[in-house]
């Protein structure tokens, strides 16, 4: 499993935070790394999606992973609306599995003032069940830590609530996570 995209999104239902943490060596030949100020050179969307250089400063994260991020998040938020209750304990925010999107594996977090949503590339056979648990058990540490520095940084007086997150300790915190997650 490596963490190819991390998302947050606002009690609003708007992007807070979006990033790319993919990387040529762990995906296929076909898969290249987003570059910001560069064009996404992905093979099946290059007709259908054209980003702007606007749109790659606003969010560092290919386009293909934003729409398969959004995606995720309308089940979530269906799954809420339906009624989802979580576990109880540590596991009350995690909601698991929730769908495969182009391959990605879409895994789910939801508190009161946010959604985390974090797309996975699954290397691991389904059949190899004991492994699979343990590293769904790592990504419901790794989003709970997210959520922890969200906290942190909802906890800072200068931040505002459901507003695009430019803190670098925020930033600096989900890549030192995503970069043990990958490494392991």
């Known amino acids: 499993m490596s963490i190819a995209a991390v998302a947050v999104v606002g009690r609003l239902g708007r992007p807070i935070y979006l990033r790319d943490f993919s990387t040529p060596l762990l995906f296929d030949l076909y898969t290249q790394p987003f570059i910001p100020g560069q064009p996404d050179d992905d093979y099946f969307c290059d007709s259908l999606i054209e980003e702007t250089a606007e749109q790659q400063s ?3 994260c290919r386009m293909k992973y934003q729409f398969s991020m ?6 979530m938020v269906q799954m809420l609306e339906d009624g989802w209750k979580g576990g109880a304990g540590p596991d009350a925010c995690w909601m ?14 939801a508190t009161t003032n946010a959604k985390y949503i ?21 990504l419901k540490l790794l989003l709970s830590q997210v959520h ?3 906290t942190d940084h ?3 007086p200068f931040s505002q609530p459901n507003a695009k997150i430019t803190s670098n300790r925020f930033e600096s915190g989900v890549q ?4 043990t997650f990958n490494g392991s």
């Not at 698991?96 to 977090?109: I, K, Q, R, S, T």
């Open 70 to 75: 959004f995606a995720a998040h309308d089940i």
């Open 118 to 138: 974090i797309l996975v590339e699954d290397v691991i056979a389904p059949d190899d069940i004991q492994i699979q648990k343990t590293r769904e058990n790592d």
């Open 96 to 109: 698991g599995l929730v769908c495969n999107v182009d391959g990605f594996n879409a895994y789910g977090y």
């Open 176 to 179: 030192k996570l995503t970069n």
């Open 58 to 60: 606003e969010w560092p």
């Open 148 to 150: 922890g520095l969200y």
């Open 154 to 156: 909802l906890l800072n």
